[in-house]
């Protein structure tokens, strides 16, 4: 089975430009996590779905900062406009929910942002 | 605030002894615990939970243990093997906050062969 997949797996952008991260979650499952890594704070939650809706995005830095998840198979994270402080490594997950038992997060391989 | 504490940062352990990773938590509320591996420019892959109700699980070569009045759990690998040696994050969550995971900051373990 294909696990979860992220695009691209490296961008360099210069600050002030618009960037987008791509998700494509498990067949079958029904969250989605954006999670960002950084040396000063670690894996942090930004956001997460269920069943395409946004539960929580608490995490959520600021406004410059928006995700979207169109279909069950599909997330963007955008970032407009970038700044360099926004350079880390951005990872996708996805679960499954089964009645009356906890599910694991699979998480993609990451997408590493730099922000010059 | 840190909800979740790796206190150490790194382990160096010989092949075919024993690995103790350990991990303490502050919000009771956790009920489900999780241990991932991450290699260099992978995600985190996941290893082996535990639920609240137990107090150890095992898997191969991966036993964590959960001592809730201490608010402490541990993985333990037996034997090590050079493979084994990644980041390891240790990870709760609360059915009341909606199964958000949160890390640790993660234990660098070596395996020397």
């Known amino acids: 089975d294909a696990g979860v997949i992220q695009s691209p797996r490296h961008e360099v952008t210069e600050m002030g430009q618009e960037v987008t991260l791509r998700c494509k979650p498990i067949s079958g499952h029904d969250y989605l996590f954006w999670y960002r890594q950084t040396m000063m704070r670690g894996l942090e939650l930004l956001i997460y779905f269920n069943n395409n809706v946004p539960i929580d995005d608490s995490g959520m830095p600021e406004d410059r900062f928006s995700a979207k998840m169109p279909n069950a198979s599909f997330s963007t994270l955008k970032i407009q406009p970038s700044e360099p402080r926004d350079s880390a490594v951005y990872f996708c997950a996805s679960s499954r929910t089964v009645p009356l038992s906890n599910q694991p997060q699979h998480f993609g391989d990451g997408t590493r942002l730099s922000i010059l | 605030d840190q909800q979740v504490k790796q206190n150490s940062p790194s382990l160096s352990v010989q092949e075919g002894r024993i690995s103790i990773l350990n991990c303490d938590y502050t919000?009771?509320?956790?009920?489900?615990f999780l241990w991932y591996k991450k290699y260099p420019a992978e995600g985190p892959t996941f290893l082996i939970s535990i639920s609240s109700i137990k107090d150890k699980n095992e898997d191969g070569r991966f036993t964590v243990f959960l001592n809730k009045s201490a608010k402490h759990l541990s993985l333990h690998i037996v034997p090590s093997q050079p493979g084994d040696s990644a980041v390891y994050f240790c990870?709760?969550?609360?059915?009341?906050?909606?199964?958000?995971?949160?890390f640790g900051a993660g234990t660098i373990l070596r395996v020397k062969s």
């Open positions: 919000n009771s509320m956790f009920d489900y």
């Open positions: 990870a709760a969550s609360a059915h009341e906050y909606g199964n958000k995971l949160v």
